[in-house]
């Protein structure tokens, strides 16, 4: 749906992003997938758009950007800012955010 609209809109898409895709289980220590696993992937292998990768659904991250303090800044090494850093990094990498600059 978002996706129409974007289109309609002139809004370049750089890619597909798996929000609150997995998190680590305060009670069993292991990553659950609360909504599956690799849908938003293969979404994006439907759509021919680039999948940039996984955030995880973590309370940190939730807090800290209530808090105006995203966890990039307050934890930078931590693997929840890891996985920002990556799509990040995939987007710069793109030819859509290369067109989208220009
Ligand atoms: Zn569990």
């Given at each position: 749906?978002?996706?129409?609209?974007?289109?309609?809109?002139?809004?370049?898409?750089?890619?597909?992003?798996?929000?609150?895709?997995?998190?680590?289980?305060?009670?069993?220590?292991?990553?659950?997938?609360?909504?599956?696993?690799?849908?938003?992937?293969?979404?994006?292998?439907?759509?021919?758009?680039?999948?940039l990768g996984e955030i995880p659904?973590?309370?940190?991250?939730?807090?800290?950007?209530?808090?105006?303090?995203?966890?990039?800044?307050?934890?930078?090494?931590?693997?929840?800012?890891?996985?920002?850093?990556?799509?990040?990094?995939?987007?710069?990498?793109?030819?859509?955010?290369?067109?989208?600059?220009?």
């Amino acid at each position: 749906k978002g996706i129409d609209m974007f289109n309609r809109m002139d809004v370049p898409l750089f890619g597909i992003i798996e929000n609150m895709a997995s998190f680590i289980c305060d009670g069993c220590g292991k990553e659950h997938h609360p909504f599956g696993s690799g849908g938003a992937r293969a979404e994006a292998e439907k759509l021919g758009a680039p999948f940039l990768g996984e955030i995880p659904l973590d309370l940190d991250i939730r807090i800290g950007s209530d808090g105006g303090v995203p966890i990039v800044v307050s934890r930078p090494e931590s693997p929840q800012s890891r996985s920002f850093q990556r799509i990040a990094d995939e987007i710069v990498a793109s030819d859509a955010y290369a067109q989208a600059i220009r």
